[in-house]
């Protein structure tokens, strides 16, 4: 079993940044893949960005030069830090984590953290 504990988001002003963070504590032995998801009302849950163990990435087109997903491994961690955030990037972030390959969701969920770009 792997927990995952997200922290991090709120309400900003479109422009501007925040930093999303996802502790995982557990069988994190087991882990080869973590990554960050969305999921806007009326809408599927898509990938925002993720990273392998092996420290490649993948970035949603729509966040590409906005979004840095990055790890700390000392801490378990990972963070995505978020620039020139825009009232579509509105949505809750859940944090994933788990075995995966191909850029797939893995097999554990954060609660999920509400991120709302507004003025």
């Known amino acids: 079993q792997v927990q995952l504990v997200e922290s991090g988001g709120g309400l900003v002003q479109p422009g501007g940044s925040l930093r999303l963070s996802c502790a995982a504590s557990?069988?994190?032995?087991?882990?080869?893949?973590r990554g960050w998801y969305r999921q806007a009302p009326g809408k599927q849950r898509e990938l925002v960005a993720a990273i392998t163990s092996g420290g490649g990435t993948n970035y949603a087109d729509s966040v590409k030069g906005r979004f840095t997903i990055s790890r700390d491994n000392a801490k378990n961690t990972i963070y995505l830090q978020m620039n020139s955030l825009k009232p579509e990037d509105t949505a809750v972030y859940y944090c994933?984590?788990?075995?995966?390959?191909?850029?797939?969701?893995?097999?554990?969920w954060g609660q999920g953290t509400q991120v709302t770009v507004s003025s």
């Open positions: 557990g069988s994190i032995f087991m882990i080869n893949y």
């Open positions: 994933n984590a788990g075995r995966s390959y191909n850029w797939r969701p893995a097999g554990y």
